[in-house]
């Protein structure tokens, strides 16, 4: 996840979840593809 998108997702994620536990929760849950395994570089080679 980029640091921007992060970033807004913990600003959601404070908003919605109701205590800590939650919020974690939140962040490490992929609501929208924001989560992605990198790309490996000898792909472009």
């Known amino acids: 996840m980029l640091p921007?998108?992060?970033y807004v997702k913990l600003m959601w994620?404070?908003?919605h979840g109701k205590n800590r536990e939650e919020v974690?929760?939140?962040m490490l849950?992929?609501?929208v593809?924001?989560?992605s395994e990198r790309t490996?570089?000898?792909v472009f080679l």
């Open 13 to 15: 994620a404070l908003a």
């Open 4 to 6: 921007e998108t992060a």
């Open 33 to 35: 593809g924001e989560i």
């Open 24 to 26: 974690e929760h939140l």
């Open 29 to 31: 849950t992929n609501i």
């Open 40 to 42: 490996r570089t000898d």
